[in-house]
């Protein structure tokens, strides 16, 4: 089984649908965050949770909200879908706590979803 | 703001060609600096990473070195081969940790 799992893989919704992304992980990290991916703009965070009690918005919250169940688990959703959000979304986490050594994440394999 | 800008792509090679992919970067203090590889298909995984200056980062035969005075992140292959057909991702860990990724530059090599 993949450290990080993402479903589903690939969703088709309508507009004003509301749609959850669900990300769960075994490499037992505190931090989890969750990023989209849109052609030529790289990866853009939506929003990041460094414990079970701790949720941040990322550059791009606007639209999303999100749900840290448990250390394993973070959810994204999307209240209301508008075609905009059409994009690829990744869930990463790490086990990084600050100060010296880098932040490094560990991907999922992406949730594609298209908003009509 | 932080920020990290790369050269545009696609990139198209020869296999065993020489590969350079341009990455700067805009930070304060002293971030991290990374590469990423998205295969087809796949989530993003670590190429390699550097976390201070004059630090080089290698794998797979890929290498880059941290370059403060420049603010420079290159990546660079001596002979790539088809299987290195992916995009490629330059990163940096700013203050508050957050990972901040560019554009992205997609390599294609042909046989």
């Known amino acids: 089984d993949a450290d990080v799992t993402q479903t589903p893989r690939n969703r088709i919704t309508k507009t004003g649908k509301r749609i959850m992304l669900e990300c769960s992980q075994t490499?037992?990290?505190?931090?989890m965050y969750w990023y989209r991916q849109d052609p030529g703009l790289g990866l853009r965070l939506i929003y990041y949770?460094?414990?079970?009690?701790?949720?941040n918005k990322g550059e791009i919250s606007d639209g999303y909200s999100v749900s840290r169940q448990a250390q394993a688990k973070f959810s994204l959703s999307l209240e209301s879908a508008i075609p905009n959000q059409t994009a690829l979304y990744f869930c990463?986490?790490?086990?990084?706590?600050?100060?010296?050594?880098?932040?490094?994440?560990?991907f999922g394999a992406g949730s594609r979803l298209t908003v009509l | 703001g932080n920020s990290v800008t790369q050269m545009e792509g696609p990139v198209t090679l020869s296999e065993e060609a020489f590969l350079t992919i341009n990455c700067t970067y805009t930070?304060?203090?002293?971030?991290?600096l990374f590469w990423y590889v998205q295969y087809p298909g796949e989530g993003l995984q670590l190429l390699l990473k550097?976390?201070?200056?004059?630090d080089k980062g290698s794998n797979k035969g890929f290498e880059a070195t941290y370059r403060k005075e420049t603010t420079s992140f290159h990546l660079e292959k001596g002979s790539v081969q088809v299987s290195d057909s992916a995009v490629y991702f330059c990163?940096?860990?700013?203050?508050?940790?957050?990972?901040?990724f560019g554009p992205g530059t997609s390599l294609s090599v042909i046989p």
């Open positions: 990463a986490t790490s086990d990084f706590r600050g100060g010296r050594g880098a932040n490094v994440l560990t």
């Open positions: 490499k037992g990290h505190d931090r």
């Open positions: 949770s460094f414990d079970v009690k701790d949720i």
């Open positions: 930070a304060t203090g002293y971030p991290s």
């Open positions: 550097a976390t201070k200056a004059d």
């Open positions: 990163a940096l860990s700013a203050p508050a940790d957050k990972v901040i």
